[in-house]
């Protein structure tokens, strides 16, 4: 019997999964596209900035290509700075990095959601299913019960459990590695943004 047999077998619940899985691929590129474009963007503004030492020609850079970079926006906010308080210069690059990392963050409570969904989906079509087996247990309980509609009742009410589980695994194995991605991109900016305070301090100076 093939997978698609299987799936059929499954019942309506199984097309819950289905949208369910495609929900989940669909999240899971959108945020590794995303976090790939933001590394490449801030690799893009970093080597920018290494080649320049002028303070009025980082600052043009950042004004200029800062807003397409998460790290670029970041800077922009020390280097282009109204004021001269460093403690307040530090807070606005603290929230806009914290807001450019939400903005990558968008979509994974329903990665979430689903991860943790899609196995109680699984048992309630199971459930449903064991159901219907009791009922036509019941049915054929004056003629005697037959065994091989019995053991097929339950196979076929398990198959959703299955399906439940496999993309409930799956998810939460995607979200776990994308969290641990955005982790460690929120590291890197922070370790970026002290390079770069103390690099300005000095130029200052």
Do not use: C
Request: hydrophobic residues 50%; charged residues 20%.
């Amino acid at each position: 019997m093939t997978v698609f047999n299987l799936f059929l077998r499954g019942g309506i619940l199984m097309y819950v999964l289905l949208l369910l899985s495609i929900a989940v691929i669909a999240i899971v590129i959108d945020k590794y596209r995303a976090l790939s474009t933001a590394k490449k963007a801030n690799l893009k503004i970093k080597e920018s900035l290494q080649q320049q030492d002028k303070l009025d020609n980082i600052r043009a850079i950042l004004r200029v290509y800062g807003i397409h970079s998460p790290l670029g926006a970041m800077l922009n906010k020390l280097y282009n700075s109204s004021t001269d308080d460093m403690d307040l210069i530090k807070e606005s690059m603290e929230a806009t990095a914290n807001g450019e990392v939400q903005k990558l963050e968008r979509g994974m409570g329903w990665l979430s959601t689903f991860a943790a969904v899609a196995p109680l989906i699984g048992f309630l079509g199971t459930v449903i299913g064991m159901v219907r087996v009791f009922m036509n247990i019941q049915g054929q309980s004056q003629n005697g019960i037959d065994i091989n509609v019995l053991a097929g009742g339950i196979w076929e009410a398990l198959l959703t459990t299955i399906g439940g589980l496999v993309v409930g695994i799956i998810a939460i194995i995607l979200y776990n590695d994308i969290v641990q991605n955005l982790e460690a991109f929120a590291k890197s900016m922070q370790e970026e943004a002290l390079e770069y305070l103390i690099r300005y301090q000095a130029s200052e100076k």
